[in-house]
């Protein structure tokens, strides 16, 4: 099922209130997703928020990182915004981002990576689409030390046919609706021949069926080459989830960094958008995060619940606010830069 569809069921289904399950998140994420909630309430489009913490705050409220009434709450909107979570690292709880993505079988991962005009950057006129595999292979959360003595570690990576065919369904699918004209396959079947092995045979499957779109497949380390020397060439790039998780953050490099790179994880029932970034515990508190990635991330939402025009609207704002480069953040103009509301304030400006 494709974007488009699952948006006109968005659509139908809602009133004029749309009622969307908010996790402001920890680190930046409660500053960032109340600048996206300031944002949208001045397109006019009226949405209750159901208001949940998840992650480190719901540990130290509730002893679960991932409480039932989040699920619940999600299950019955069946649209999310959310902050970034902060994953410990080895130890501790497992990704509430990964539990979310398993629960509501999320299976694609939209990422778009734009060249905004007015961002320092090596590359112009990017526009790419990475469509990541969200659900299976290394995020399966099926590992584990093979003794006490932790001499060695196993991580098992499972690749479907289903999984891989409904994800490449949708690149394909996507690149019809978007008008785009090409889908790279990126995997490593030279080496992974089983799991990479079977989501390139699948891709050379689908691909028949899209005689419009040219399909290509690039092994990842040449992918990773590639897109640092002419990301100019690629246009839908769809992979599994390791792969699709490093080269999205890469593609956010090559347009100006994490601060403007939207998400969105869509299944069939539910959808959940967020920024590509994490909790950045390194500026967290300090006001000076880019709030465009949650605030595009809105947007995409936006436009799945049935409020397109709005959307529209605001990723024109942002880019508007970014090409003048008069009130951005920190990292987009490092001297004389202005706080995350303000510049959140300069884009509410420009609808
Ligand atoms: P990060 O994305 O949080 O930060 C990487 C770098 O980018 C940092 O220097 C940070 O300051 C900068 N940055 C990130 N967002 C920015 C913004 N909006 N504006 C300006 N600069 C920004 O990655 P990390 O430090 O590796 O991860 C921190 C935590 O976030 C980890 O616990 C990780 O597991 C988690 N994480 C969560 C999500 C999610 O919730 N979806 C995604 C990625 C990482």
């Known amino acids: 099922m494709t ?9 139908t289904e809602r009133t004029m209130t749309h009622t969307i399950t908010l ?20 397109t006019g489009v ?26 619940e709450s999600i299950a019955k909107t069946r649209v999310a915004l959310k902050g970034p979570l902060t994953t410990p690292i080895g130890t501790g709880f497992r990704s509430v981002n990964v539990a979310l993505r398993k629960e509501f079988d999320l299976f694609s991962n939209l990422r778009p990576a734009k060249t905004f005009e007015g961002v320092r950057s090596r590359y112009q006129d990017i526009d790419l689409v990475i469509v990541r595999e969200n659900t299976e292979e290394f995020y399966s959360g099926i590992e584990h030390y093979v003794d006490a003595r932790k001499s060695a570690a196993e ?11 409904r994800i ?19 995997h490593k079947a030279n080496i992974l021949k089983y799991t990479s092995g079977l989501f390139l045979d699948i891709g050379r499957e689908v691909a028949k069926q899209y005689p419009q779109i040219e399909m290509e497949d690039k092994i990842i380390d040449n992918m990773a080459m590639q897109m640092v020397l002419n990301p100019n060439q690629f246009d839908v790039i769809v ?21 403007l790179a939207p998400g969105a994880n869509i299944g069939y029932n539910a959808a959940i958008f967020e920024a590509v970034h994490g909790s950045a515990p390194d500026i967290a508190g300090k ?45 987009l ?19």
């Open 3 to 11: 974007w488009s569809l699952l948006t006109s069921i968005a659509t």
């Open 23 to 42: 996790i402001p998140g920890d680190g930046v994420g409660p500053e960032l997703t109340e600048a996206a909630k300031r944002v949208i309430n001045a």
């Open 46 to 71: 009226k949405i209750e928020w159901e208001t949940f913490d998840a992650g480190l705050n719901a540990i130290e409220k509730y002893k679960d990182p991932l409480p039932k009434s989040v699920i």
């Open 155 to 165: 991580t098992i990576g499972i690749v479907t046919r289903t999984g891989s065919e």
């Open 168 to 186: 490449i369904k949708f690149a394909f699918d996507y690149a019809v609706e978007r008008g785009r004209k090409r889908v790279t396959v990126v």
């Open 239 to 259: 992979t599994t989830n390791l792969f699709g998780d490093i080269l999205s953050d890469l593609a956010s490099g090559l347009v100006g960094g994490l601060g």
């Open 287 to 331: 006001h000076i995060a880019n709030p465009s990635a949650i605030i595009l991330a809105a947007a995409m939402m936006l436009e799945y619940i049935g409020e397109a025009d709005s959307g529209k609207r605001i990723a024109c704002a942002v880019a508007a606010v970014i090409r003048e480069g008069k009130k951005v953040t920190r990292d």
């Open 333 to 351: 103009r490092p001297d004389n830069c202005v706080s995350t509301d303000e510049m959140a304030n300069a884009i509410i400006e420009k609808l």
